[in-house]
């Protein structure tokens, strides 16, 4: 081990069933033994997803035998305070973020991200410059490494006219950022009008309302491309304002993974997807350091971030589920 850790447990979010958010409740827990591929973080920020909703509510079982006690979260950026003997490209006290690739989540190999310290192997994490902010890089985190691939599915955005769904939220706010630094047209799709500033001051150019597109307010054959964090009643429409040749990239469902969509469509349009569960170190590193790179020179705005203390964890969850924030909620210790 490269450096002798303080202390061998830390605070931790741990539930012991599945159910409401008052299932969230702070622990103190032992720290799990450093392999010589790992490194342990000092958590600065760890982010809240609707995966970890999903999760808690049991709508997403932990796969494994003994599901409980489980530590959620999927994503986190700390500082490094303990390095496995095998470790080379981290030293102590550099910053990094991981997505828990493979290790938290409903995989659970490991314990996940709300936590006071977070042990996982070095090649799921990625480093962050010391001059980044580590707040901003936190909001940014997973949904904008998710919004990057996503996007990556239309090709390329210059001067395209494309839709953003969900775009008040998490990936959908980071995704217009990212669309704006690939100089696309974004359109923002919203739930309320309210959220129009947010997302203009992000880089949409237009807006619209999710119940008016359920409507058919995009119109046919007006759009390049589509990311889709919503699905729902607007999944059908969003399709047929597709161009020929345009794709329609899906990377969640809030609003309801059953859809129905006129299929003669599928003749000139494509439909496809990203999922983070197919997220690898070394697609971390590459968007991490690009997505770095555009906030460093100014081409990309963090989005709008809201903090809660670790031990209200249950506090956050309750805003989320009520989609009563705008971009990311983060977790501080």
């Known amino acids: 081990m490269a450096a002798e850790e303080r202390s061998r447990e830390g605070g931790a979010i741990v539930m012991r069933a599945y159910g409401p958010p008052a299932v969230l409740r702070l622990e103190r827990v032992a720290l799990p033994p450093l392999a010589p591929d790992e490194i342990r973080l000092r958590t600065l920020a760890s982010a809240v997803n609707h995966s970890d909703l999903e999760i808690r509510a049991g709508n997403w079982p932990i796969a494994r035998t003994e599901p409980f006690p489980y530590v959620p979260g999927l994503e986190v950026v ?36 709300y936590a006071e310290f977070v042990t996982l192997s070095a090649s799921a994490a ?51 950022g990212i669309a704006r630094a690939l100089r696309a047209d974004v359109v923002a799709v919203i739930s309320r009008a309210a959220q129009a500033d947010y997302v203009r001051s992000l880089g949409a150019g237009e807006t619209v309302l999710s119940a008016d597109v359920a409507q058919g ?20 429409p969003a399709v047929a304002a597709l161009r020929p040749g345009a794709t329609l990239s899906l990377i ?30 070394m697609t971390l590193r590459r968007a991490i350091a690009e997505i770095g790179d555009w906030l460093r020179r100014g081409k990309l705005a963090p989005p709008a971030r809201t903090l809660f203390p670790l031990h209200e964890a249950s506090t956050a969850h309750e805003r989320l589920e009520r989609h009563g924030v705008q971009g990311r909620v983060l977790l501080v210790p």
């Open 252 to 281: 969640g469902a809030v609003g309801g993974s059953a859809v129905s969509f006129d299929a003669y469509h599928l003749l000139h349009a494509t439909l496809t997807g990203y999922s983070s569960e197919s997220l690898d170190g």
């Open 78 to 113: 700390g500082e490094v305070v303990a390095a496995g003997a095998d470790v080379r490209d981290f030293r102590i006290g550099e910053r990094a973020i991981t997505m828990m690739q493979g290790l938290g989540g409903v995989r659970a190999r490991r314990p996940g991200g």
């Open 126 to 176: 990625a480093p962050i410059p010391a001059e980044l902010d580590p707040l901003d890089m936190a909001a940014l985190g997973l949904a904008s490494v998710t919004a990057l691939e996503g996007l990556r599915k239309l090709g390329p955005l210059a001067g395209r006219r494309i839709a953003v769904t969900g775009a008040a939220g998490g990936v959908g706010s980071a995704a217009l």
């Open 217 to 236: 307010a995009l119109g046919e054959e007006t759009l390049d491309g589509i990311l889709d964090a919503v699905a729902g009643a607007s999944f059908g």
